[in-house]
């Protein structure tokens, strides 16, 4: 094995773009390089010929219209979208809207925005495997609610919420359902409507597709689903969302849900076998602590605490060979410890010892092995460093020592 091979585990921030998936988009840069909105001429009719396929593959991943497929620049503006979008299409039934506090910062911040337009928000809490309470949620809801928004598999630890469960809720109560589900589509298989889900945001970038390029799922019956447009202009996506489309983007985001939906079966099965072989090996290390549910996550993911190892140090031991990442990756220009690991109950120096490793389509055996090998010597060779880890190894309550403030 090449020790300086650069090896991928970070598919949860983003995945390499599939060469099958650049090559039907590579037509659509020169020869259909049509505005999808120029009704007019042949221009226009080959790229909205284009853009149609495309909303009829990742309707079909999903199993939905393609009617109800609201094409977007990515995941983060599908839940602005939805969320903005249904706080001010809803405005006459109620200013509720519910959601946990281990959402994508894209979910939370859209709440902290309503909130400043007066609107009001709960913000559960979950239990120490990162899950719902559906008794709290149930009694969270009340008649000026008007939107639940539960992330599908979250991010930082790939656990997947009892969707079904909260959607009858929804129903029961008659509120929208909306969910994140960047991180489950594409990965796992997924029919929002069998789960009552109303409103479900996802992106290319996470499913071997390019960047740029999201989709905003609108269910159109029972109850047909309307948003207010959050950009407006030329009343493009049944005007839901202005500007000119993306056109090669769609193309491959297309490709891309074709592929994921004739390979995901026998891909996650590869997929957790390779991550219970590199999470089984790496829990033999002294002090490691899983966090997460093992039952309910993601086939290709795990998260995992190092006591008394910087999560951000130990990645600078890699040599920089190893992608992965340490607390949340999309905000992890700070050094504030994970707040989704927080809200799972880990202390601030658990949670900064953490790593995510996420697996993806091209990871081999080799890749796993690799890992396992530079992560294990990493974090030895953090421990050797460490007066901390000494101490706790002489059996000193490093809760108990008073730390002198100079």
């Given at each position: 094995m090449n020790p300086n091979k650069l090896i991928y585990l970070d598919n949860n921030a983003t995945t390499p773009t599939d060469p099958r998936v650049v090559e039907a988009m590579l037509p659509y840069f020169t020869q259909h390089f049509g505005n999808a909105a120029s009704r007019n001429?042949?221009?226009?009719?080959?790229?909205?010929?284009?853009?149609?396929?495309?909303?009829?593959?990742?309707?079909?991943?999903?199993?939905?219209?393609p009617r109800e497929i609201i094409f977007t620049s990515g995941a983060t503006e599908a839940d602005n979208l939805a969320i903005k979008g249904v706080f001010e299409m809803y405005a006459k039934k109620g200013n509720h809207i519910i959601t946990l506090k281990t959402?994508?910062?894209?979910?939370?911040?859209?709440?902290?925005?309503?909130?400043?337009?007066?609107?009001?928000?709960?913000?559960?809490?979950?239990?120490?495997?990162?899950?719902?309470?559906?008794?709290?949620?149930?009694?969270?809801?009340?008649?000026?609610?008007?939107?639940?928004?539960?992330?599908?598999?979250?991010?930082?630890?790939?656990?997947i919420q009892p969707m079904?469960?909260?959607?009858?809720?929804?129903?029961?109560?008659?509120?929208?359902?909306?969910?994140?589900?960047?991180?489950?589509?594409?990965?796992?298989?997924?029919?929002?409507?069998?789960?009552?889900?109303h409103l479900m945001a996802f992106t290319a970038h996470k499913m071997y597709g390019p960047k740029g390029v999201g989709a905003l799922f609108v269910n159109r019956k029972n109850p047909r689903v309307k948003v207010t447009s959050q950009l407006d202009g030329g009343g493009h996506?049944?005007?839901?969302?202005s500007g000119t489309l993306n056109v090669p983007g769609i193309v491959g985001f297309g490709k891309a849900a074709a592929l994921c939906k004739a390979e995901m079966a026998e891909e996650s099965k590869r997929l957790s076998g390779l991550r219970d072989r590199l999470e089984a090996e790496l829990m033999k290390i002294e002090e490691v602590y899983f966090n997460g549910s093992k039952e309910n996550r993601m086939p290709h993911v795990t998260n995992l605490s190092f006591k008394h190892v910087e999560g951000e140090g130990l990645m600078m031991t890699f040599n920089q060979n190893i992608g992965v990442s340490s607390g949340s990756a999309c905000t992890s220009a700070s050094l504030e410890p994970s707040y989704v690991l927080i809200a799972l109950g880990l202390g601030d120096d658990l949670a900064h010892s953490s790593l995510r490793l996420?697996?993806?389509?091209?990871?081999?055996?080799?890749?796993?092995?690799?890992?396992?090998?530079?992560?294990?010597?990493?974090?030895?060779?953090?421990?050797?460093?460490?007066?901390?880890?000494e101490m706790y190894k002489e059996g000193i309550d490093l809760d108990a020592v008073e730390w002198s403030e100079h």
């Open positions: 001429h042949p221009f226009g009719w080959e790229a909205e010929s284009g853009v149609d396929t495309a909303r009829e593959q990742i309707a079909d991943l999903i199993n939905v219209d959402e994508h910062k894209a979910v939370l911040d859209s709440c902290k925005k309503i909130e400043k337009l007066g609107g009001a928000v709960t913000y559960l809490d979950v239990n120490n495997e990162g899950l719902v309470n559906l008794e709290e949620l149930e009694a969270a809801i009340t008649d000026k609610t008007i939107l639940v928004s539960i992330m599908f598999a979250n991010n930082e630890t790939g656990v079904k469960a909260i959607g009858d809720i929804c129903a029961k109560k008659g509120v929208l359902f909306m969910s994140d589900a960047t991180q489950a589509v594409g990965k796992i298989p997924l029919d929002p409507k069998e789960l009552g889900i996506e049944r005007g839901m969302r996420s697996l993806g389509r091209f990871n081999t055996d080799d890749d796993v092995t690799a890992a396992i090998e530079q992560i294990s010597a990493g974090v030895q060779h953090m421990r050797d460093l460490s007066p901390i880890w």
